[in-house]
T-cell receptor, first 112, second 113 residues
Framework: DQQVKQNSPSLSVQEGRISILNCDYT??????FLWYKKYPAEGPTFLIS?????DKNEDGRFTVFLNKSAKHLSLHIVPSQPGDSAVYFC???????????FGTGTRLQVFP | GAGVSQSPRYKVTKRGQDVALRCDPI?????LYWYRQALGQGPEFLTY????????KSGLPNDRFSAERPEGSISTLTIQRTEQRDSAMYRC???????????FGPGTRLTVL
């Protein structure tokens, strides 16, 4: 049973445009959400996070939106750059545990 | 500054052999996590430590898997009597303490023949 779902395995966006990556979750106990970015042959690197007490968190070109009622979060990258091309993982954790539950990832390709 | 390191980066072993995978966390990081990642999937939680104490081992698939962190720094994940289904990327992560973002190492790619 996949508690964190990323239904789009891949996304292709033109440079300069907005990239929107989506993530859905089923466990209502999740209260902390993170996005990780992964380049080939490297481990995932932390990108941005959001607590359930917020509905938006912004860091430069990256913004994460959380819709608790819909159990949905999204990562917006604007403007997209070719260096953003990577696999993006959504992850979630609950207050009573430190373990992260990851989605299956979305491969983003930003083309010139 | 050094990030999380893991060794070996690649391990090929025969079915039935024991393997030990090592993780060296970022200096000063209290929490250390082990994940397993199959191809095309996200990392799957195995176990984690705060200092030397194993806090949660609910993700370990069976009793052939064990982990230790005896001095609260380096950790070893041991798989006994390996099976082909154990083949995966094993990732280690560390964080400053609980509820902080986790920093991942490059992983150990385990192949069981």
């Amino acid at each position: 049973d996949q508690q964190v779902k990323q239904n789009s395995p891949s996304l292709s966006v033109q440079e300069g445009r907005i990239s929107i990556l989506n993530c859905d979750y089923t466990n209502s106990m999740f209260d902390y959400f993170l996005w990780y970015k992964k380049y080939p042959a490297e481990g995932p690197t932390f990108l941005i996070s959001i607590s359930s007490i917020k509905d938006k968190n912004e860091d430069g070109r990256f913004t994460v939106f959380l819709n608790k009622s819909a159990k949905h979060l999204s990562l917006h990258i604007v403007p997209s750059q070719p260096g953003d091309s990577a696999v993006y993982f959504c992850a979630a954790s609950a207050d009573n545990t430190d373990k992260l539950i990851f989605g299956t990832g979305t491969r983003l390709q930003v083309f010139p | 500054g050094a990030g999380v390191s893991q060794s070996p980066r690649y391990k090929v072993t025969k079915r039935g052999q024991d393997v030990a995978l090592r993780c060296d966390p970022i200096s000063g990081h209290v929490s250390l996590y082990w994940y397993r990642q199959a191809l095309g999937q996200g990392p799957e939680f195995l176990t984690y430590f705060n200092y030397e104490a194993q806090q949660d081992k609910s993700g370990l698939p069976n009793d052939r898997f064990s982990a230790e962190r005896p001095e609260g720094s380096i950790s070893t994940l041991t798989i006994q009597r390996t099976e082909q289904r154990d083949s995966a990327m094993y990732r280690c992560a560390s964080s400053l303490d609980s509820y902080n973002e986790q920093f991942f190492g490059p992983g150990t790619r385990l192949t069981v023949l």
